[in-house]
Nanobody, 134 residues
Framework: QVHLAESGGGSVQPGGSLRLSCELS????????MGWARQVAGKEREGVAI???????????????TYADSLKGRFSISKDNTKNILYLQMNNLTPEDTAMYYC????????????????????WGQGAQVTVSS
């Protein structure tokens, strides 16, 4: 069983920043692919960012990150493997970023398209609300 728990949501003014955290627990040994998606009420869930690990080698860990085109440069995904926490740093937020943000995980992925995240990831957290408003 894999458990995901988001935190760090809240309200922020336009132009502000927030960092979401997602704690991964349970049977995590085979989780090498995680991501963030968001959903506005009445709309479909959309992929935000994916973090892929190629595993540890003698040269270190190979990590690939990918983002929704509209969010490149403002959002950054990262993972602290020592704590099993996935992060989403969100900068220069706008009211259009207001949504429920969900953390997701799957065992493996390879060059996964962020658009496919809502359909292909089996494990999900409960979500964290982000509201951007003046």
């Amino acid at each position: 069983q894999v458990h995901l728990a988001e935190s760090g949501g809240g309200s922020v003014q336009p132009g502000g920043s927030l960092r979401l955290s997602c704690e991964l627990s349970g049977y995590t040994a085979n989780i090498y692919c995680m991501g963030w998606a968001r959903q506005v009420a009445g709309k479909e869930r959309e992929g935000v960012a994916i973090w892929e690990s190629g595993g540890a080698t003698q040269f270190g860990e190979t990590v690939r990150t990918t983002y929704a085109d509209s969010l490149k440069g403002r959002f950054s995904i990262s993972k602290d493997n020592t704590k099993n926490i996935l992060y989403l740093q969100m900068n220069n937020l706008t009211p259009e970023d207001t949504a429920m943000y969900y953390c997701a995980a799957r065992p493996y992925c390879y060059r996964e398209r962020v658009e496919s995240l809502p359909l292909k990831f089996p494990y999900w957290g409960q979500g964290a609300q982000v509201t951007v408003s003046s």
